[in-house]
């Protein structure tokens, strides 16, 4: 039997995923920061009618599309989104593979007369999607490459015995190698496959290297290429069925306690630590009550966890008694084997870990945040705030230049009063109602603004800061725009006070 493979290429996935959680009209993407700048990671069918593509700066796609919607992208969720959708694709195919970050990859040998040929299993599978309001791009052929290739390239089904007339008008970056080889192919006049198929090996292997060859081959099906699922992690999940009913909240909690042992104990077999936990107490009335928690951060200690359910469990209404309970771990990640006691670094990021835990379970993971270092001279980027439970620590890195002020706010206007000197800070202004006067001040620090962002607060130009001590006690960071109109640069602003 000849080996059929299907590839299923959603271009769409991680916006329309986002779009199906909150809808918005007009055109969308998601951003996803590189480096000092953003760029569009995902977009809808609307964005790209207008000229936007994956990869581009949000600067410039702003000035292409000034309406664009655009939302932080979340790779995690993306990449929860595929493995639900390769779950799903088991019913079309016994063995389903990631094939990158936006596609799948099933071997359907087989399987294809159960949906009356494969032109009816293809027209199945995007009906489905299409309910499900997914877009996505398939093909069937031979070989993962060419199924690959075709499916990026408007999809269809290449017959058995024709790999060669199927790909061979398709361009050499459909073959999954990197960009500047294929530019440097097409600078050689060699554009398709086809063109390379032509060529002799020898001097395109020396000038290019054994992938390319390597790549052509499996889709033409010289060279095999397996097909490797990921292994199905297994459910960690405890169960307990009680003689007599319960509820007391000491019984609760006992019964709690062995769950969590069991279930830390599979946890440390598989080298796992529970991101969320969610305990069911079933009653004997058939209702069932949930408490769920969420962890910072991985972890598989049973006493630390149990003391995040206490605040739930004493809210639990036990009714006629609770007869069973079931213990869930149904977020987990990678948690290798770590030293325990005896550290009291390890001893204080427990102890930070629990104290996010438990702010998070009352506040939100999303409102517990942290700040963190940003390469950027501009006072408002020199930080970026994330949410603690999902980001780790960083070191500031070693400051060089002058004091920087302790607290920083958006600019605040500043009001001379009496004269004042040219290039130099008022000696009298009123700030927040206020009095004050200028004992000394430090500067000027001149900060130019970043010309590769389009900022609106910036486009004043250069901004001279001066460190201001007043006779009244607070310690001012000042700065005015010397590039401003005439109305303006009689205006100063303050943007930061010292300790």
């Given amino acids: 039997m000849v080996r059929r493979l299907l590839c299923i290429w959603f271009a769409r996935l991680a916006s329309e995923t986002s779009l199906r959680r909150r809808p918005v009209e007009g055109a969308f993407a998601l951003i996803l920061r590189s480096g000092n700048a953003d760029h569009l990671h995902c977009l809808n069918a609307e964005a790209e009618s207008r ?3 994956r990869g581009m700066a949000l600067a410039d796609a702003r000035a292409i599309c000034p309406g664009l919607i655009t939302r932080p992208a979340d790779l995690r969720r993306e990449a929860a989104a595929l493995a639900a959708l390769r779950r799903w694709a088991g019913r079309y195919a016994p063995m389903v593979a990631r094939d990158g970050t936006d596609g799948l990859v099933a071997d359907i040998t087989g399987v294809p007369h159960l949906f009356g040929g494969e032109a009816e299993l293809r027209a199945d599978l995007h009906a489905r999607l299409a309910r499900a309001g997914l877009s996505a791009a398939s093909a069937i052929a031979e070989t993962r490459g060419a199924a690959h290739a075709l499916a990026r390239h408007g999809g269809g089904i290449i ?3 024709a790999l060669a007339d199927g790909v061979g008008a398709l361009p050499v970056s459909a073959l999954r190698i990197d960009a500047a080889t294929a530019l440097a192919l097409g600078r050689m006049g060699l554009a398709r496959i086809a063109d390379l198929i032509s060529q002799p090996r020898a001097p395109l292997a020396r000038r290019f290297g054994s992938g390319l060859m390597l790549r052509l081959d499996q889709a033409l099906g010289h060279q095999p290429e397996p097909i490797s699922p990921e292994a199905e992690l297994p459910r960690f999940s405890i169960r307990m069925t009680l003689p007599e009913p319960i509820g007391l909240h000491a019984d609760v909690t006992a019964g709690l306690t062995r769950l969590l042992e069991r279930l830390c104990a599979m946890l440390t077999q598989h080298e796992r630590g529970a991101r969320r936990l969610r305990l069911e107490l079933h009653r004997v009335d058939h209702e069932k009550a949930e408490v769920e928690i969420g962890l910072a951060r991985a972890m598989r200690d049973a006493n630390r966890i149990a003391a995040l359910f206490a605040k739930g469990i004493d809210e639990v209404d036990a009714g006629f008694g609770i007869e069973a309970m079931r213990l869930t771990a149904h977020v987990t990640e990678p948690l290798a084997p770590e030293q325990i006691g005896g550290s009291r670094t390890i001893a204080r990021e427990d102890a930070l870990a629990d104290l996010f835990s438990s702010l998070g379970n009352r506040l939100g993971f999303d409102r517990v945040l942290r700040l963190l270092p940003a390469e950027s001279d501009i006072p408002e980027r020199s930080f970026i705030i994330a949410p603690a439970a999902h980001s780790a620590p960083e070191t500031p890195p070693p400051h060089r230049g002058p004091e920087r002020p302790i607290i920083i706010f958006p600019p605040e206007p500043v ?38 962002f389009d900022d609106p607060a910036w486009r004043t130009g250069l901004r001279d800061y001066w460190r201001v001590e007043t ?10 725009t010397p590039q401003a109109t005439a109305w303006a640069a009689q205006h100063w602003f303050a943007q930061g006070e010292f300790a």
């Avoid at 006779?471 to 005015?480: A, I, M, N, T």
Wanted: without cysteine; aromatic residues 12%; glycine residues 14%.
């Fill in 415 to 452: 009001t001379p009063r009496g004269g004042n000197r040219r290039g130099h800070p008022p000696s009298a202004f009123r700030w927040r109602r206020m009095g004050f006067t200028t004992l000394r001040a430090t500067g000027p620090e001149r900060i130019a603004p970043e010309w590769w």
């Fill in 471 to 480: 006779r009244e006690g607070p310690r001012l960071w000042l700065f005015h």
């Fill in 51 to 53: 000229g936007l593509h």
């Fill in 159 to 161: 017959p058995e015995g």
